[in-house]
């Protein structure tokens, strides 16, 4: 990192350069302030909030700020830099909130304030959703995704969407689920069979004990990430009184039989469920995957799945009652069998055009 002009050289630790401020000075006061000793640099993972909100409520403590005023004369602010007691600094931007201090205890209280107060201003903090996990630079950082329960099946619905046999097993699983401190759970299925959409239906009955993450399939390799353990022992530690959910969907790169382009991720995904790192860092792990076909031995040992749950094509009478359910008049009759997505889902338009090209011409 090159030193501000007017500024000593600084050392820090435990984070990376200062973020897209610094280099049009907006962080010389925290330069000028703690440049002689060692920064250390904390990022909280916050609720989206609004950024005005705390402004208002903080205003005396504003050092710099960015903003342009919309159409209607308002602030949008793009960074603003407070300072707290002690000689902390507070630095928002639209991506990530950090918290620099040459004390590293003191930036972990503030960030632990910070996190409250923006819980506090946050119109999400009691909707369901989850957080979705990014390499940020050589961090680990979460975006909040909200969710509503539009697509998620009822429990009284679950015998419809799912099959005869599933709100029994559900409440079997939902009471091991809620008690597990560290767990594996493996949803499969043909694509469009509702393993989603009961993912979304256990994100909205947990939203009060567990936190949800999610790792896209294209950023699986966060997994043998390592700065990924001591960003979930950060998690832990925050939140000390939920239980946390790891949830990875078309995780077949990481389950299936170990080769050379996916060991590491096969090895920590086996370790984080049930090796040394679960009993402390006590990871609840969700994987829905379309076939179970090379699934990694290891993986199917007796005591290391919490659940595995199959979900089917429906049969055309088990079609014909959710569609009869859901008021739907589309439904395609003559197949073998239906996916949840065949069945509500409206059938896709094609054009007279198209369906003459259909087949080979003579």
């Known amino acids: 990192m090159k030193a501000h002009p007017l500024a000593p050289t600084i050392n820090i630790t435990d984070a990376p350069v200062f973020d897209e401020s610094y280099g049009d000075d907006t962080s010389y006061p925290v330069i000028k302030e703690l440049g002689d000793s060692s920064l250390h640099r904390v990022t909280p993972d916050l609720p989206p909030f609004d950024i005005a909100l705390l402004v208002e409520r903080l205003g005396p403590k504003i050092v710099r700020s960015k903003s342009t005023l919309n159409e209607n004369g308002v602030p949008e602010y793009k960074f603003v830099l407070f300072r707290t007691r002690g000689g902390c600094f507070v630095q928002w931007g639209e991506k990530l909130t950090h918290v620099f201090a040459s004390n590293r205890m003191h930036a972990l209280r503030v960030a632990r304030r910070i996190s409250q107060i923006t819980r506090s201003l946050s119109p999400l903090a009691d909707i369901p959703g989850f957080h979705m996990l990014k390499l940020d630079g050589m961090e680990i950082g979460s975006q909040f995704i909200p969710l509503d329960d539009a697509h998620a099946a009822g429990v009284e619905e679950f015998g419809l969407y799912y099959g005869e046999e599933h709100p029994e097993w559900h409440e079997e699983f939902h009471r091991r689920f809620s008690e597990a401190k560290g767990s594996i759970s493996l949803f499969s299925g043909p694509p469009g069979c509702g393993k989603s959409s009961y993912i979304r239906t256990l994100i909205n009955m947990t939203a009060a004990t567990h936190r949800w993450y999610f790792i896209p399939p294209h950023d699986i390799s966060i997994l043998s990430d390592a700065a990924f353990v001591g960003f979930w022992s950060s998690e832990r530690k925050k939140h000390a009184g939920r239980k946390l959910v790891l949830l990875l969907e078309d ?105 003459r090209l259909v087949g080979f011409a003579a």
């Open 251 to 355: 995780a077949e790169v990481a389950l299936m039989a170990r080769e050379t382009d996916n060991r590491n991720h096969v090895s920590t995904l086996l370790n984080l469920s049930d090796g040394i790192l679960n009993s402390w860092l006590q990871i609840s792990i969700i994987c829905t995957i379309n076939t179970t076909a090379d699934l990694d031995s290891a993986l199917l040992r007796p005591g290391r799945l919490l659940a595995h749950k199959v979900f089917p094509r429906l049969c055309p009478e088990q079609a014909l009652r959710l569609a009869r359910h859901k008021r739907i008049e589309t439904l395609r009759v003559g197949q073998r069998d239906y996916s949840l997505a065949e069945i509500l889902n409206p059938p896709v338009m094609i054009s007279e055009q198209q369906q």
